[in-house]
């Protein structure tokens, strides 16, 4: 079972900047999509972003422009670059990958917008 660890989450004023890493145990080229998304309180999940095995790129609506995803394959690791941060950018970022395996998820970064 691949296991997927983030980190980079923290606290920011509106318009500041944030990476976070998600570090996957297995080989990221083998698995057919990685993606961001996100939970805010009392909000059902949503995705933020995604990456395909061959590298194509998915934005919400609501961040596109302001994040970017990318890949370091030969770190097994996804980025999510966002900028231009907003209050309403707050919640819970979580990685998710779907591949030969099934489905996982890690266990999620804060991210935390101040106004």
């Known amino acids: 079972q691949v296991q997927l660890v983030e980190s980079g989450g923290g606290a920011v004023q509106a318009g500041g900047s944030l990476t976070l890493s998600c570090a996957a145990s297995?080989?990221?080229?083998?698995?057919?999509?990685m993606a961001w998304y996100r939970q805010a309180p009392g909000k059902q999940r949503e995705a933020v972003a995604d990456i395909t095995m061959s590298g194509s790129t998915n934005y919400a609506h609501s961040v596109q422009g302001r994040f970017t995803i990318a890949r370091d394959i030969a770190k097994n690791t996804v980025y999510l670059h966002m900028n231009s941060l907003k209050p309403e950018d707050m919640a819970v970022y979580l990685c998710?990958?779907?591949?030969?395996?099934?489905?996982?998820w890690g266990q999620g970064t804060q991210v935390t917008v101040s106004s």
């Open positions: 998710h990958a779907v591949g030969p395996f099934g489905g996982t």
């Open positions: 297995g080989n990221i080229l083998t698995m057919y999509i």
